[in-house]
Protein backbone atom coordinates (compact mmCIF):
# COMPACT_ATOMS: atom_id res chain seq x y z
CA UNK A 1 0.00 0.00 0.00
CA UNK A 2 1.67 3.30 -0.86
CA UNK A 3 1.56 6.31 1.52
CA UNK A 4 -0.55 9.16 0.92
CA UNK A 5 2.01 10.86 1.97
CA UNK A 6 4.37 10.06 -0.34
CA UNK A 7 1.24 10.86 -2.66
CA UNK A 8 1.71 14.91 -2.02
CA UNK A 9 3.11 17.43 -4.32
CA UNK A 10 6.66 18.29 -4.04
CA UNK A 11 6.65 21.69 -5.05
CA UNK A 12 5.37 24.56 -2.96
CA UNK A 13 2.86 26.32 -5.43
CA UNK A 14 1.62 22.99 -5.88
CA UNK A 15 1.20 22.42 -2.05
CA UNK A 16 -0.30 25.45 -1.79
CA UNK A 17 -3.07 24.71 -4.32
CA UNK A 18 -3.87 21.13 -2.20
CA UNK A 19 -4.39 23.11 0.78
CA UNK A 20 -6.57 25.31 -0.91
CA UNK A 21 -8.87 22.93 -2.51
CA UNK A 22 -8.92 21.02 1.18
CA UNK A 23 -9.69 24.11 3.72
CA UNK A 24 -12.32 25.29 0.63
CA UNK A 25 -14.09 21.73 0.61
CA UNK A 26 -14.05 22.05 4.94
CA UNK A 27 -15.88 25.08 4.31
CA UNK A 28 -18.77 23.49 2.08
CA UNK A 29 -19.36 20.48 4.67
CA UNK A 30 -19.67 23.03 7.46
CA UNK A 31 -21.90 25.54 6.17
CA UNK A 32 -23.76 23.13 3.37
CA UNK A 33 -24.20 26.03 1.01
CA UNK A 34 -22.46 26.47 -2.62
CA UNK A 35 -20.90 30.12 -0.91
CA UNK A 36 -17.30 28.43 -0.38
CA UNK A 37 -17.59 26.80 -3.92
CA UNK A 38 -18.21 30.09 -5.28
CA UNK A 39 -15.48 31.66 -3.46
CA UNK A 40 -13.15 28.80 -4.73
CA UNK A 41 -13.86 29.74 -8.31
CA UNK A 42 -11.59 33.22 -7.50
CA UNK A 43 -9.08 31.41 -5.61
CA UNK A 44 -8.68 29.13 -8.29
CA UNK A 45 -8.35 32.02 -10.72
CA UNK A 46 -6.46 33.35 -8.74
CA UNK A 47 -4.12 30.70 -8.28
CA UNK A 48 -3.59 30.23 -12.10
CA UNK A 49 -1.67 33.57 -12.10
CA UNK A 50 2.16 34.19 -10.72
CA UNK A 51 1.15 36.88 -8.18
CA UNK A 52 -1.38 34.45 -6.72
CA UNK A 53 1.10 31.78 -6.64
CA UNK A 54 3.39 34.32 -4.74
CA UNK A 55 0.59 35.02 -2.12
CA UNK A 56 -0.25 31.45 -1.20
CA UNK A 57 3.32 29.94 -1.17
CA UNK A 58 4.16 32.68 1.07
CA UNK A 59 1.22 33.27 3.22
CA UNK A 60 0.07 37.20 1.72
CA UNK A 61 -3.76 37.28 2.31
CA UNK A 62 -5.63 38.17 -1.36
CA UNK A 63 -9.27 38.50 -0.39
CA UNK A 64 -10.49 35.43 -1.63
CA UNK A 65 -7.64 33.95 0.60
CA UNK A 66 -9.69 35.87 3.56
CA UNK A 67 -12.67 33.79 3.07
CA UNK A 68 -11.44 30.47 2.79
CA UNK A 69 -9.23 31.46 5.95
CA UNK A 70 -12.18 32.65 8.04
CA UNK A 71 -14.58 29.78 7.33
CA UNK A 72 -11.48 27.09 8.45
CA UNK A 73 -10.94 29.85 11.40
CA UNK A 74 -11.84 30.81 14.32
CA UNK A 75 -15.18 32.46 12.74
CA UNK A 76 -16.59 30.06 11.07
CA UNK A 77 -19.60 30.96 8.24
CA UNK A 78 -23.45 31.22 9.86
CA UNK A 79 -25.91 28.97 9.57
CA UNK A 80 -27.56 30.71 7.03
CA UNK A 81 -24.76 30.36 4.62
CA UNK A 82 -24.26 33.79 3.90
CA UNK A 83 -20.80 35.76 3.86
CA UNK A 84 -20.11 39.16 2.84
CA UNK A 85 -18.50 39.82 0.09
CA UNK A 86 -14.88 40.10 -0.65
CA UNK A 87 -15.37 42.51 -3.67
CA UNK A 88 -17.43 46.15 -3.79
CA UNK A 89 -19.84 45.26 -6.00
CA UNK A 90 -20.43 47.40 -9.56
CA UNK A 91 -23.26 50.04 -8.60
CA UNK A 92 -26.05 50.19 -10.92
CA UNK A 93 -25.64 53.84 -12.57
CA UNK A 94 -27.34 56.34 -11.18
CA UNK A 95 -28.44 58.50 -13.67
CA UNK A 96 -30.92 61.36 -12.49
CA UNK A 97 -34.26 61.51 -14.53
CA UNK A 98 -34.38 63.99 -16.90
CA UNK A 99 -36.31 67.23 -16.04
CA UNK A 100 -39.97 67.55 -17.48
CA UNK A 101 -39.90 69.90 -20.63
CA UNK A 102 -40.54 73.66 -20.28
CA UNK A 103 -44.02 74.99 -20.70
CA UNK A 104 -44.57 76.10 -24.01
CA UNK A 105 -46.63 78.77 -25.46
CA UNK A 106 -49.42 78.00 -27.08
CA UNK A 107 -47.49 78.07 -30.99
CA UNK A 108 -44.34 77.31 -29.56
CA UNK A 109 -41.44 78.66 -27.81
CA UNK A 110 -41.23 80.18 -24.44
CA UNK A 111 -41.11 83.96 -25.56
CA UNK A 112 -43.87 85.99 -26.84
CA UNK A 113 -42.29 89.55 -27.57
CA UNK A 114 -41.77 90.45 -30.15
CA UNK A 115 -41.78 86.96 -31.70
CA UNK A 116 -45.66 87.17 -31.90
CA UNK A 117 -48.28 89.36 -32.84
CA UNK A 118 -51.54 88.86 -30.69
CA UNK A 119 -55.06 89.48 -32.16
CA UNK A 120 -57.61 89.04 -29.08
CA UNK A 121 -61.18 89.21 -28.94
CA UNK A 122 -62.42 91.22 -25.67
CA UNK A 123 -65.49 90.94 -23.53
CA UNK A 124 -67.61 89.54 -20.61
CA UNK A 125 -68.71 85.75 -21.27
CA UNK A 126 -72.91 86.24 -22.12
CA UNK A 127 -73.20 89.50 -21.81
CA UNK A 128 -73.43 90.90 -25.74
CA UNK A 129 -73.06 94.57 -24.78
CA UNK A 130 -70.12 94.21 -22.82
CA UNK A 131 -67.67 93.11 -25.85
CA UNK A 132 -68.03 90.79 -29.12
CA UNK A 133 -66.17 87.83 -26.84
CA UNK A 134 -69.81 87.51 -25.35
CA UNK A 135 -72.13 87.68 -28.02
CA UNK A 136 -71.81 84.07 -29.27
CA UNK A 137 -70.85 80.61 -27.57
CA UNK A 138 -67.07 80.44 -26.87
CA UNK A 139 -66.62 77.66 -29.31
CA UNK A 140 -67.79 79.70 -32.43
CA UNK A 141 -66.09 83.07 -31.02
CA UNK A 142 -62.74 81.06 -31.07
CA UNK A 143 -63.77 79.89 -34.70
CA UNK A 144 -64.13 84.00 -35.77
CA UNK A 145 -61.00 84.99 -33.32
CA UNK A 146 -58.88 82.67 -35.88
CA UNK A 147 -60.87 83.96 -39.20
CA UNK A 148 -59.68 87.49 -37.88
CA UNK A 149 -56.42 86.68 -36.67
CA UNK A 150 -55.74 85.24 -40.52
CA UNK A 151 -55.53 88.86 -41.71
CA UNK A 152 -52.64 90.13 -39.80
CA UNK A 153 -50.11 87.15 -41.63
CA UNK A 154 -47.60 88.05 -43.40
CA UNK A 155 -46.68 91.49 -41.72
CA UNK A 156 -43.20 89.34 -40.29
CA UNK A 157 -44.04 88.01 -37.47
CA UNK A 158 -46.56 85.03 -36.16
CA UNK A 159 -50.27 85.61 -34.60
CA UNK A 160 -51.17 84.50 -32.25
CA UNK A 161 -54.93 84.53 -31.60
CA UNK A 162 -56.12 85.46 -27.94
CA UNK A 163 -59.61 85.81 -25.79
CA UNK A 164 -59.28 89.05 -23.37
CA UNK A 165 -62.04 87.58 -20.72
CA UNK A 166 -63.51 90.24 -18.76
CA UNK A 167 -63.17 88.35 -15.01
CA UNK A 168 -63.61 91.04 -12.45
CA UNK A 169 -66.36 93.90 -13.40
CA UNK A 170 -67.33 97.40 -12.49
CA UNK A 171 -70.78 97.89 -11.38
CA UNK A 172 -73.05 100.75 -10.68
CA UNK A 173 -73.93 99.64 -7.37
CA UNK A 174 -71.34 99.18 -4.17
CA UNK A 175 -72.11 95.67 -3.74
CA UNK A 176 -71.51 93.95 -0.12
CA UNK A 177 -67.64 94.46 -0.21
CA UNK A 178 -68.20 98.39 -1.35
CA UNK A 179 -65.81 97.86 -4.17
CA UNK A 180 -68.10 98.12 -7.37
CA UNK A 181 -66.51 95.68 -9.25
CA UNK A 182 -67.77 91.90 -8.99
CA UNK A 183 -66.06 88.72 -10.17
CA UNK A 184 -67.54 86.54 -12.94
CA UNK A 185 -68.09 82.93 -12.52
CA UNK A 186 -65.22 80.47 -12.17
CA UNK A 187 -67.28 78.41 -14.83
CA UNK A 188 -66.91 81.23 -17.03
CA UNK A 189 -63.46 81.26 -16.88
CA UNK A 190 -62.86 77.27 -16.87
CA UNK A 191 -64.89 77.09 -19.99
CA UNK A 192 -63.29 79.78 -21.77
CA UNK A 193 -60.11 78.36 -20.64
CA UNK A 194 -60.94 74.98 -21.87
CA UNK A 195 -61.72 76.25 -25.47
CA UNK A 196 -58.80 78.33 -25.70
CA UNK A 197 -56.50 75.52 -25.04
CA UNK A 198 -58.73 73.31 -27.39
CA UNK A 199 -57.74 76.20 -29.87
CA UNK A 200 -54.10 76.83 -29.08
CA UNK A 201 -54.93 80.35 -28.14
CA UNK A 202 -53.55 83.06 -25.55
CA UNK A 203 -56.49 83.43 -22.46
CA UNK A 204 -55.98 87.13 -20.99
CA UNK A 205 -57.86 87.61 -18.01
CA UNK A 206 -59.10 91.45 -17.68
CA UNK A 207 -59.19 92.92 -13.81
CA UNK A 208 -61.53 96.06 -13.41
CA UNK A 209 -60.99 96.42 -9.64
CA UNK A 210 -63.88 99.41 -9.07
CA UNK A 211 -62.71 101.47 -5.70
CA UNK A 212 -60.35 98.47 -4.93
CA UNK A 213 -56.85 97.23 -5.89
CA UNK A 214 -55.59 95.60 -8.57
CA UNK A 215 -53.46 92.98 -6.66
CA UNK A 216 -55.88 91.49 -4.82
CA UNK A 217 -58.36 90.37 -7.52
CA UNK A 218 -55.23 89.37 -9.71
CA UNK A 219 -54.15 86.96 -6.73
CA UNK A 220 -57.79 85.41 -6.58
CA UNK A 221 -57.06 83.99 -10.35
CA UNK A 222 -53.64 82.46 -9.48
CA UNK A 223 -55.14 79.12 -9.87
CA UNK A 224 -55.66 80.12 -13.61
CA UNK A 225 -52.44 82.01 -13.87
CA UNK A 226 -50.17 79.22 -13.40
CA UNK A 227 -50.98 77.83 -16.53
CA UNK A 228 -48.58 79.07 -18.97
CA UNK A 229 -51.29 80.37 -21.25
CA UNK A 230 -53.49 82.58 -19.22
CA UNK A 231 -52.23 86.60 -18.77
CA UNK A 232 -53.55 89.63 -17.22
CA UNK A 233 -54.84 92.65 -18.16
CA UNK A 234 -55.45 95.71 -16.04
CA UNK A 235 -57.95 98.76 -16.88
CA UNK A 236 -57.37 101.66 -14.94
CA UNK A 237 -60.13 103.31 -16.84
CA UNK A 238 -62.04 101.33 -14.01
CA UNK A 239 -60.12 101.78 -11.19
CA UNK A 240 -61.09 104.89 -9.24
CA UNK A 241 -61.25 106.79 -6.27
CA UNK A 242 -63.60 107.11 -3.02
CA UNK A 243 -66.19 108.73 -3.83
CA UNK A 244 -66.40 108.19 -7.68
CA UNK A 245 -68.38 105.94 -9.71
CA UNK A 246 -67.64 103.65 -12.65
CA UNK A 247 -68.89 104.99 -15.64
CA UNK A 248 -68.90 108.91 -14.15
CA UNK A 249 -65.30 109.39 -14.56
CA UNK A 250 -62.71 108.17 -15.83
CA UNK A 251 -60.35 106.01 -13.63
CA UNK A 252 -56.44 106.03 -13.29
CA UNK A 253 -53.74 104.07 -11.71
CA UNK A 254 -50.36 104.72 -10.26
CA UNK A 255 -47.26 103.15 -10.75
CA UNK A 256 -47.10 101.53 -7.41
CA UNK A 257 -50.25 99.49 -8.23
CA UNK A 258 -49.66 98.31 -11.08
CA UNK A 259 -45.87 97.20 -10.00
CA UNK A 260 -47.05 95.35 -7.37
CA UNK A 261 -49.39 93.22 -9.62
CA UNK A 262 -45.74 92.89 -12.48
CA UNK A 263 -43.86 91.94 -9.20
CA UNK A 264 -45.95 89.17 -8.33
CA UNK A 265 -46.48 87.58 -11.50
CA UNK A 266 -43.02 87.72 -12.99
CA UNK A 267 -42.20 85.91 -9.17
CA UNK A 268 -44.84 83.48 -10.14
CA UNK A 269 -42.89 82.89 -13.71
CA UNK A 270 -39.87 82.45 -12.31
CA UNK A 271 -41.06 79.99 -9.39
CA UNK A 272 -43.17 77.72 -11.77
CA UNK A 273 -40.64 78.11 -14.87
CA UNK A 274 -43.63 79.27 -17.31
CA UNK A 275 -43.05 80.86 -20.54
CA UNK A 276 -43.42 84.47 -20.93
CA UNK A 277 -46.46 85.93 -19.45
CA UNK A 278 -48.73 88.69 -21.94
CA UNK A 279 -49.58 91.87 -19.41
CA UNK A 280 -51.54 94.47 -20.96
CA UNK A 281 -52.36 98.12 -19.34
CA UNK A 282 -55.28 99.35 -20.85
CA UNK A 283 -54.63 103.58 -21.58
CA UNK A 284 -56.48 106.05 -23.51
CA UNK A 285 -55.65 109.34 -21.73
CA UNK A 286 -52.53 110.58 -20.59
CA UNK A 287 -54.11 111.24 -17.05
CA UNK A 288 -55.19 107.80 -16.84
CA UNK A 289 -50.87 106.55 -16.09
CA UNK A 290 -49.60 109.94 -14.85
CA UNK A 291 -46.44 108.43 -13.47
CA UNK A 292 -46.19 105.79 -16.16
CA UNK A 293 -42.47 106.10 -16.34
CA UNK A 294 -42.20 104.51 -12.74
CA UNK A 295 -43.62 101.28 -14.41
CA UNK A 296 -41.16 98.24 -13.92
CA UNK A 297 -40.51 96.37 -16.59
CA UNK A 298 -39.81 92.36 -16.25
CA UNK A 299 -38.25 90.01 -18.45
CA UNK A 300 -40.86 87.54 -17.17
CA UNK A 301 -43.70 89.53 -18.87
CA UNK A 302 -44.69 90.85 -22.17
CA UNK A 303 -45.92 94.32 -21.05
CA UNK A 304 -48.11 95.76 -23.87
CA UNK A 305 -49.59 99.61 -23.26
CA UNK A 306 -52.92 99.09 -24.89
CA UNK A 307 -54.36 102.19 -26.86
CA UNK A 308 -58.41 101.24 -25.97
CA UNK A 309 -60.03 104.55 -27.37
CA UNK A 310 -63.04 104.54 -29.90
CA UNK A 311 -63.82 106.63 -32.56
CA UNK A 312 -62.98 107.70 -35.97
CA UNK A 313 -60.12 106.10 -37.95
CA UNK A 314 -58.47 109.68 -37.84
CA UNK A 315 -58.80 110.02 -34.00
CA UNK A 316 -57.59 106.68 -33.08
CA UNK A 317 -54.99 107.30 -35.17
CA UNK A 318 -53.86 110.55 -33.47
CA UNK A 319 -55.03 109.24 -29.74
CA UNK A 320 -52.24 106.09 -30.68
CA UNK A 321 -49.78 109.02 -31.47
CA UNK A 322 -50.27 111.01 -28.73
CA UNK A 323 -49.93 108.48 -25.96
CA UNK A 324 -46.15 107.57 -27.44
CA UNK A 325 -45.77 104.52 -25.69
CA UNK A 326 -42.49 103.66 -24.63
CA UNK A 327 -39.85 101.44 -27.34
CA UNK A 328 -39.41 99.31 -24.11
CA UNK A 329 -42.57 97.97 -23.99
CA UNK A 330 -45.00 96.34 -26.33
CA UNK A 331 -48.00 98.75 -28.04
CA UNK A 332 -51.66 97.72 -28.27
CA UNK A 333 -54.38 99.17 -30.29
CA UNK A 334 -58.40 98.53 -29.66
CA UNK A 335 -60.81 98.28 -32.35
CA UNK A 336 -64.89 98.42 -31.78
CA UNK A 337 -67.51 96.34 -33.44
CA UNK A 338 -70.20 99.04 -32.43
CA UNK A 339 -68.60 102.13 -31.47
CA UNK A 340 -66.34 103.01 -34.01
CA UNK A 341 -67.90 104.25 -37.05
CA UNK A 342 -66.17 102.61 -39.58
CA UNK A 343 -63.83 99.03 -38.52
CA UNK A 344 -60.18 99.76 -39.95
CA UNK A 345 -58.71 97.13 -41.43
CA UNK A 346 -56.07 94.70 -41.18
CA UNK A 347 -54.00 96.72 -43.49
CA UNK A 348 -55.05 100.20 -42.19
CA UNK A 349 -54.09 99.06 -38.41
CA UNK A 350 -50.96 97.67 -39.80
CA UNK A 351 -50.11 101.13 -41.37
CA UNK A 352 -49.44 103.01 -37.86
CA UNK A 353 -46.76 104.24 -37.23
CA UNK A 354 -45.86 102.18 -35.02
CA UNK A 355 -47.42 98.53 -35.45
CA UNK A 356 -49.12 97.17 -33.02
CA UNK A 357 -48.05 94.07 -30.83
CA UNK A 358 -51.41 93.64 -29.71
CA UNK A 359 -54.55 94.16 -31.41
CA UNK A 360 -58.47 94.08 -29.74
CA UNK A 361 -61.36 93.72 -30.76
CA UNK A 362 -64.44 94.52 -28.72
Known amino acids: ?72 GSSPPSSSGSTTSSSTPASPSSTAPAPPPAPQLPLGGRTLLPKYRVVAYYGVPHSPGLGVLGTTPPDEAAREIKRVAAGYAGYGRKVQPAMEVVATVAQGSAGPDGLYSDAIPDADIAEYLKVAKANRMLLVLDVQPGRGEFLPQVRRLEKYLLDPWVGVALDPEWKISPGELPGREIGHSRAESINAVSSYLSALVTEHHLPQKLFVVHQFTLAMLPDRQNITRHPQLALVFHADGHGGVGVKQEVYGQLHFPRSAGAGFKLFYREDPRLMSPAEVMALRRRPDLITYQ
Open 1 to 72: MVSAVNRLPSSPAAMASVVAVLLVAACTSATGTDTAGSRFAADSSASSSPSSTASASTGGATSSDSTSNGAA
